[in-house]
Nanobody
């Protein structure tokens, strides 16, 4: 099992930027797919972005492509999400998730460990 702790959420105006961080501890961090999901009020949790074990393959949901960047530093056991040009529809609790397999996965069922989430609020 891996413990995941997100940080970096907050309140920002539309068009602004935020950077999220997910610190991992426990089992080996590298060689596993990591991802960000989000859940807006009264909506189901949805995929945002994923990265493979060595960081050279990424995938994004369409609405964030070109605005968000997922990356990882395996030496620091840390996952990042840089969010630019944020919009009110990006408002949600953002969760970090870890798989036990390498690759790029999009579905919640592929992920075994989850963080507690960090709130991102974008005002118009």
């Amino acid at each position: 099992q891996v413990q995941l702790t997100e940080s970096g959420g907050g309140l920002v105006q539309a068009g602004g930027s935020l950077g999220l961080t997910c610190a991992a501890s426990g089992r080996i961090f590298r060689d596993t797919c990591m991802a960000w999901f989000r859940q807006a009020p009264e909506k189901e949790r949805e995929f945002v972005a994923a990265v493979n074990g060595n960081g050279d393959n990424t995938y994004y949901r369409g609405s964030v492509k070109g605005r968000f960047t997922i990356s990882r530093d395996n030496a620091k056991n840390t996952l990042y999400l840089q969010m630019n040009n944020l919009q009110p529809e990006d408002t949600a609790v953002y969760y970090c998730a870890a798989s036990r397999s390498d690759g790029v996965y999009l579905y919640e069922g592929h992920f075994d460990d989850w963080g507690q989430g960090t709130q991102v609020t974008v005002s118009s």
